[in-house]
């Protein structure tokens, strides 16, 4: 089945940095997701895009579907955005969505 | 909207007993999804319902059942549970399409088995 590569697997950065986490996948997909866990575990939807480039306050979302990578940025980072992101992707074939491991993110005051 | 509900949100069950994870939503969402979380990984499909009425296995279901009576709930059970059952169990939703809409996602049920 398609593997969904997530780096770095950990990371942590100081207060007010800049970040971009990767996804590559192995195969064409339908569909992209970025996810946010957070300390406490709840699961929050960041972006779906398959495709583009899409912006969200501090963060934005790039993926390349005929390279097979997408990019999360996070820009003047904050404690708040420390805990677990995730891509997840649809393969070809109208199959659920597949998950990575993670980028475990901490970001110290 | 309260979006997607799942109770309990912990429970410890002994080697061997059965429960049912309850998960709801009032989005009007067509498909529905259950997930585990191992510690440090990713999220594994175990079942998912493509409608009332109809269910399909995902990537680990051993050990769980499903039933999607109607539209809102679409509880999980374990049957026989076993220490490998430990995780944290998500439900999840969505509009229309296996993955072509955005997922929401309820809070989690933490599972222990001993």
């Known amino acids: 089945g398609i593997q969904v590569e997530q780096s770095p697997p950990d990371l942590i950065l100081q207060e007010g940095a800049n970040s971009t986490l990767r996804c590559n996948f192995s195969d064409s997909v339908n569909n992209l997701q970025w996810f946010h866990q957070n300390p406490w575990g709840q699961l929050i939807n960041l972006f779906y895009i398959p495709s583009g480039t899409k912006q969200n306050g501090r963060l934005s979302a790039t993926t390349v579907a005929t390279e097979r990578y997408s990019l999360l940025y996070i820009s003047s980072s904050q404690t708040t955005d420390s805990g677990v992101y995730f891509c997840a992707v649809e393969p070809r074939g109208n199959t659920p969505l597949v998950f990575g491991k993670g980028t475990r993110l901490s970001v110290i005051a | 909207n309260a979006g997607v509900t799942q109770t309990p949100k912990f429970r410890i069950l002994k080697i061997g007993q059965s429960m049912t994870l309850q998960c709801a939503q009032d989005?009007?969402?067509?498909?529905m999804y259950w997930y585990r979380q191992d510690p440090g990984m990713g999220l594994k499909l175990i079942y998912y319902s493509v409608g009332a009425g109809i269910t399909d296995k995902g990537e680990v279901p051993n050990g769980y059942n499903v039933s999607r009576s109607t539209t809102e709930d679409f509880p999980l059970r374990l049957e026989l549970a076993a220490p490998s059952q430990t995780s944290v169990y998500f439900c999840a939703s969505s509009y229309d399409g296996v993955g072509s809409y955005e997922q929401y996602f309820g809070p989690g049920t933490r599972l222990t088995v001993t």
């Open positions: 989005m009007n969402h067509n498909y």
